[in-house]
């Protein structure tokens, strides 16, 4: 089975309004400070041109040192406070979708899975990501 074909789904609810949301999620000085999955990894480094045709780029490393990997994707289509598309190195696409209401935003990841890791360890590495974020949204 090729499971490159596969989408896997994330998603979590913020008690925090889109604007704060938006901010936090894209501007590179807050994603080094939520962006792994668990506390033994860290984001020392992450760049951000948040337009169409425009490249993220995050380092994630074990704090040890031990093996790091370098994130990265090209914007697709941006719709401020609304969505962001874009693909990875591999080809991979990822929609980031905000909807705000009741002064909550709920943030809903789909991604194309690759074929390295088993679809669940994808999808619990992601979803823990996205709980990091909404620690961190919540928390300041």
């Known amino acids: 089975m090729d499971l490159a074909k596969n989408e896997i789904t994330v998603?979590?609810?913020?008690?925090?309004?889109?604007?704060?949301?938006?901010?936090l999620?894209?501007?590179?000085?807050?994603?080094v400070k939520w962006n792994y999955?668990?506390?033994?990894?860290?984001?020392?480094s992450a760049t951000n041109d948040l337009r169409s045709g425009g490249r993220i780029?995050?380092?994630?490393?074990?704090?040890?040192?031990?093996e790091g990997f370098d994130f990265e994707?090209?914007?697709d289509e941006i719709l401020p406070y609304k969505l962001i598309k874009?693909?990875?190195?591999?080809?991979?696409?990822?929609?980031?979708k905000f909807n705000y209401s009741e002064n909550r935003t709920i943030i809903t990841e789909t991604f194309d899975?690759?074929?390295?890791?088993?679809?669940?360890l994808q999808k619990n590495g992601w979803q823990a990501i996205l709980n990091n974020f909404k620690k961190y949204a919540e928390s300041i």
């Open 11 to 23: 998603n979590t609810t913020i008690n925090a309004e889109i604007k704060k949301v938006w901010k």
């Open 25 to 31: 999620w894209n501007e590179p000085e807050h994603i």
């Open 37 to 44: 999955a668990s506390d033994d990894w860290h984001t020392p």
């Open 57 to 66: 780029t995050a380092r994630m490393e074990a704090k040890d040192g031990s």
């Open 73 to 75: 994707g090209i914007y």
């Open 86 to 96: 874009y693909t990875l190195g591999d080809s991979r696409k990822v929609a980031v």
């Open 113 to 120: 899975a690759e074929d390295q890791n088993p679809l669940e």
